[in-house]
């Protein structure tokens, strides 16, 4: 039978319930997700919060303090600043890999551990991905709201699976992502998951990442990359972005469940230090204990975890030894007595300015009472904490047991509510068999001939007894017992030693290594590359409306590195990066270029004539912006618009594209927000009146040092103006290009639409000759 008792929570932090009205409103909701409890994760605090953002770390309890890993100090700064905190199971086991009951102590007691130590937890990361339907059923029943995977959205190996979860996901313990951030991952890679989100209605999108560093590690994002992505993020505009699982998926933070339940008796006397009967300031059946040279004071204090008293001990000065409470070593009723072979498990609460740790001694057969064990140094904390410590099984002879709290330096402990259980003899290791380990090279066997390209490398791990715990490898040839986490295939690019060890859950462990030498083959061939119009080979004749252009390059050798163009007829080296299919308006000379990644370059040029159909009425007023009756820089009939944290200004200048006068917006300092000129959202005779089911299309000169967007926004029928949609971002340009946009559908109840140009960043936009006219009428 399993028992599954709760333990109390923590509440969580101001603010982790409220949902922003940014989030509320968006379509495509990126989550930062930082695996693994990584020492260098911590500068993504200063990252993210520079950029507005905030970031999900899924943390292993165990590994709090360990070498290379955050400090409790640092994860619990990090939930104060906004972050969310997570689980991770106690040591990242494998948990499809694992017994029920393993999987049940990894993932419950983890979160019990987090919520004793203060954090909020509600969300939940399967380590390596590895789960199934009855871990997703114990991910829950751990208290958790929330779990997510590694993978299930589109990739090659999976081209039909989803490109983003819906909001809320379908199955919120089967969150989906896709593979984990690695040092080859691309800028374009990171952004094309967030455009696939964005052009195919929108969803949650949440991103893995591991180790935030220059080169230290093959699932590693550097700093300067990290930042990059998110100043990219940051100018998606309002229907697209960044926040926590738990603002996605939502819930309270729900008791701990400790597993399996507890259901000793405890063994000690007054464990919560309230009965002091002779007023001596020393709890009955307690002793105060000392060793070395040292002063100190002890004081029973008010301050208690529970009930109405707590022991406080403080040292002022040390020379040497330490200080320390324990229960009274005697041979009456207040020493708990002990049965050879058993373990014992010591609890209590504690807050101490430095480090503490239990000592414990037994009573032996002669009846003398010696030494025998101490737990490893506990944590500083400035509340109370719970410190557990379960000894080595008691030897032969030993007939009772002496425990407690104490500092081995100058400060203070305070400490209350100790327990005592009888936890019977450690379990035998029934497993004494390796676990089986395969490196593969490109989905086989590694070969001992030299390889003429990059080599993606997969490792697979099995044991039919305890279960994998671990996998980690290196590529230098160092011992892999302190390698990298595997937690999916990893490229190598350049003649390396790959070895690699996996550990069960009773520490068999089986190593493998491979020498792969990679000697690449040298491309000299360019790539190839088309121009193609409207989805085929572009006419010689001219076309009688707008047209779109998509590029495709291919390269048998190095790879396609990038492809650039430009639709003035200049020369394309620098010019704009392709990521989609563009639209042409007017007749137009494209030039484009692609470069593999040896450099070599291939061009190609269309010539494309569109002859325009006659004009439609443009249904704006004053569209050139020349007329400003009251001189207040504001065209006539137009309006300035924004939201955020950003610092801006308006000119009417001179630098025209029709006419006298143009519109110039310039952002000169940006938090978050973005800035626009849009037509007049009135209710008389600016605001152009439209037809509900109609759609409208929008043309404007402009030019631009930062990306500009088309926002759309509507009167509904109740006279209220209301966002409605937006272009996607519009190319970088320094002479004046035409931006062209098409609503949707104009819903139900639309009487009128106002239209413009939107600027998300530092930099300037100056746009002239606006057009809007009915684009398709209503069905």
């Known amino acids: 039978m399993l028992f599954l008792i709760a333990t109390s929570a923590c509440a969580a932090p101001p603010g982790v319930d409220e949902k922003t009205s940014e989030l509320s409103n968006a ?17 993504v605090a200063d990252i993210a919060e520079a950029r507005g953002m905030r970031a999900v770390f899924y943390i292993n309890s165990t590994r709090i303090g360990a070498p290379n890993h955050m400090t409790s100090a640092q994860v619990l700064d990090l939930q104060t600043r906004g972050h969310e ?45 590895s789960e199934s339907s009855l871990v997703q059923q114990i991910t829950r029943s751990c208290g958790y709201n929330s779990a997510r995977d590694v993978g299930g959205l589109r990739s090659a190996t999976c081209p039909s699976c989803p490109l983003a979860n819906p909001i809320p996901p379908a199955n919120v313990y089967q969150v989906r992502t896709y593979n984990s951030i690695h040092r080859t991952t691309t800028l374009e890679t990171m952004q094309q998951q967030v455009l696939d989100a964005e052009q195919n ?105 529970d009930g109405v008293r707590a022991q406080q001990i403080q040292i002022t000065s040390l020379s040497s030894g330490g200080r320390r409470l324990v229960t009274a070593q005697d ?21 101490a300015t430095v480090q503490p740790r239990f000592s414990v001694y037994i009573r032996n057969a002669s009846g003398a009472w010696v030494w025998f064990a101490e737990s490893p140094l506990q944590p500083t904390s400035a509340v109370y904490r719970k410190a557990t410590y379960t000894t080595p099984p008691i030897p ?12 081995f330096a100058t400060g203070t402990i305070t400490m209350d509510n100790y327990t005592l259980a009888d936890t019977a003899p450690p379990p035998p290791a029934t497993d004494t068999i390796v676990p089986l380990l395969a490196l593969a090279c490109n989905g086989t066997t590694c070969s001992t001939q030299p390889y003429s390209s990059p080599v993606n490398v997969s490792l697979t791990a099995s044991d039919a007894g305890s279960g994998i715990r671990e996998v980690s490898y290196t590529t230098d040839g160092s011992d892999p017992m302190t390698g990298t986490l595997y937690t999916g295939p990893f490229t190598v690019s350049s003649t390396a030693t790959v070895r690699a060890v996996a550990i069960d859950n009773e520490d068999n462990f089986m190593a493998q290594s491979a020498r792969l030498t990679i000697t690449p083959v040298r491309d000299t061939t360019p790539p190839t590359l088309a121009i193609e119009c409207n989805g085929t080979t572009c006419a010689s004749t001219a076309y009688a409306s707008t047209v779109s252009v998509s590029l495709a390059a291919s390269d048998a050798g190095s790879g396609v590195r990038e492809i650039r163009y430009t639709t003035d007829g200049s020369d394309p080296i620098n010019g704009t990066i392709y990521t989609a299919p563009f639209t042409l308006a007017a007749s137009a000379t494209v030039r484009a270029t692609a470069v593999d990644n040896a450099n070599n370059r291939s061009t190609a040029t269309a010539t494309i004539a569109i002859t325009a159909p006659p004009p439609a009425t443009n249904l704006l007023q004053n569209p050139s912006l020349e007329t400003d009756v009251d001189g207040n820089q504001i065209p006539d009939c137009w309006h300035r618009g924004g939201y955020g944290t950003n610092t801006s200004t308006y000119t009417l200048v001179a630098d025209a594209f029709d006419g006298t006068r143009a519109q110039r917006v310039d952002i000169t300092s940006w938090t978050s927000g973005g800035r626009r000129l849009n037509t007049l959202q009135d209710t008389g005779a600016c605001a152009p009146a439209v037809t509900p089911g109609a759609r409208y299309t929008l043309t404007a000169m402009y030019k631009a040092t930062i990306q500009p967007r088309v926002s759309i926004y509507y009167r509904n029928a ?52 606006y057009t809007l006219v009915e684009a398709t009428p209503a069905s």
């Open 85 to 129: 905190i997570g689980g991770h199971t106690l040591t990242h086991a494998n948990l499809a890999q694992i017994t029920e009951d393993q999987a049940r102590d990894q993932i419950c007691n983890d979160r019990v551990a987090l919520l004793d130590a203060g954090y909020a937890v509600t969300s939940f990361a399967y380590p390596f991905g």
């Open 718 to 769: 109740s006279g209220t103006w209301a966002w409605f949609a937006e272009s996607a971002p519009l190319p970088v340009s320094a002479t004046y290009v035409q931006a062209t946009y098409t609503t949707p559908a104009l819903p139900a109840g639309a009487t009128a639409i106002s239209a413009g140009l939107s600027i998300f960043g530092v930099g300037s936009l100056t746009t002239d000759a």
């Open 201 to 305: 209605g929108g969803g949650y999108v949440p991103i893995v990442f591991h180790h935030v560093c220059d080169g230290c590690s093959e699932d590693a994002i550097t700093p300067a990359l990290l930042g990059t992505f998110l100043d990219w993020l940051a100018t998606r505009g309002p229907a697209t972005q960044v926040g926590t699982d738990h603002e996605v998926i939502g819930g309270g933070v729900q008791p701990g469940v400790r597993y399996p339940e507890d259901t000793s008796t405890n063994l000690l006397r007054n464990p919560s230090l309230e009965a002091d009967t002779d007023g001596n300031q020393v709890p009955d059946c307690w002793q105060r204990g000392s060793v070395g040279t040292n002063t100190a004071t002890y004081t029973l204090t008010s301050d208690a975890a």
């Open 27 to 43: 379509t495509t909701v990126v989550s930062l997700t930082f695996d693994d409890t990584l020492a260098d994760q911590y500068q």
């Open 396 to 407: 032969a002879g030993a007939t009772a047991l002496s425990l407690g709290l104490g500092i």
């Open 331 to 351: 041979t009456g009723s207040c020493a708990p007595a002990v049965t050879p072979g058993h373990t014992y498990t010591m609890s209590a609460f504690y807050q």
